[in-house]
Every structure is written in structure tokens, then in C-alpha cells.
């Protein structure tokens, strides 16, 4: 069989297609949030003992994340000021 045509080699550079891929922190910050809100779904309806431990390892996990995120997004000026204090702040106390 012969081959007739033949295509170069893609020239994309692999940095600009990851790059591409990376979620905004924005869009990071909505995932965390529904996780947070998933996992407490989950421990308000679980009554396993065990799945009570993982909901509660699940919960503290994802409020470190989210927490992280929102000092990333008052770092970058993401967040209004005051909007990033309510947050953070009902993060603690619920913690």
C-alpha cells in the first residue's frame, strides 16, 4: 500500500495545551465549593459509623482546599475584601 499523503508533525507546544486545560481559580473555587457541599450532604445522611469517619476526614479535607483557594483569590484580588472575610470567617467558625 502506498501512502500518498503525509501530515508534519503537530507543532502545538505541549505547555500552551496544558495550559489550556488548567481550570481558572475561579472555576476552582466553585468545584471546592460543591464538593464542601456534597460532603456535607453526605454526612447528613449517612449513619455508619465508618462512613461517618470518612464524610468527616472528606469534609475537613475539601474545607482545607477551599480555604486555600480563597487565600489564593484574595492574593490575586479575585475576591472582594469583604466577601473573602464573611467566607473565611464562617469557614472557622463552622470548623
Excluded: W
Aim: with cysteine.
Amino acid at each position: 500500500m502506498k501512502i500518498l499523503f503525509r501530515q508534519s508533525p503537530c507543532q502545538i507546544d505541549t505547555e500552551d495545551v496544558l495550559e489550556l486545560q488548567k481550570p481558572t481559580l475561579r472555576e476552582e473555587l466553585l468545584q471546592a465549593k460543591h464538593a464542601l457541599e456534597n460532603a456535607y450532604s453526605g454526612f447528613d445522611n449517612v449513619t455508619d459509623p465508618d462512613l461517618i469517619d470518612c464524610y468527616i476526614y472528606e469534609v475537613n479535607a475539601v474545607m482545607k482546599r477551599y480555604k486555600y483557594l480563597l487565600d489564593q483569590a484574595a492574593k490575586s484580588d479575585l475576591l472582594p475584601s469583604e466577601t473573602y472575610s464573611e467566607t473565611y470567617h464562617a469557614l472557622t467558625v463552622a470548623n
